[in-house]
């Protein structure tokens, strides 16, 4: 399992394993993924300014284009959770992080 969020500093994706950062990847996609968003900490930024790492996606790193079908994925802090088409998208069959920092899904799952 790896988690992966924009590192927006470098303008590359992070890649932690483990807790731990192990690359720094312009693009990669995921299957069986999760998406994972801390509100407390979103609240937090909203109030301080501050930017961290309180939102990620956790899956299986693979090797695999981004079909046409794919939805685009957005993440703001100004609002609650990853979303796709306006729904809260919770898990998604597969993602991918691609090259000029967008994100895209296919079989997401919303709350």
């Not at 994706?13 to 731990?20: D, F, H, L, M």
């Not at 994925?73 to 000029?100: M, P, T």
């Amino acid at each position: 399992m790896a988690d992966v969020y924009r590192h927006r500093g470098r303008r590359l994706w992070s890649v932690r394993e483990g807790g731990r950062v192990v690359a720094h990847v312009p693009a990669i996609a995921l299957r069986d993924v999760v998406f994972r968003a801390s509100e407390a900490a979103r609240l937090r930024c909203l109030r301080t300014g501050a930017r961290d790492v309180h939102a990620w996606a956790a899956g299986t790193i693979v090797k695999a284009p981004r079909p046409a079908g794919a939805i685009r994925l957005r993440y703001r802090v100004a609002a609650e959770g990853f979303r796709a088409d306006g729904a809260v998208v919770i898990s998604a069959a597969a993602a991918w992080f691609e090259v000029d920092g967008t994100a895209w899904v296919e079989g997401w799952r919303v709350r």
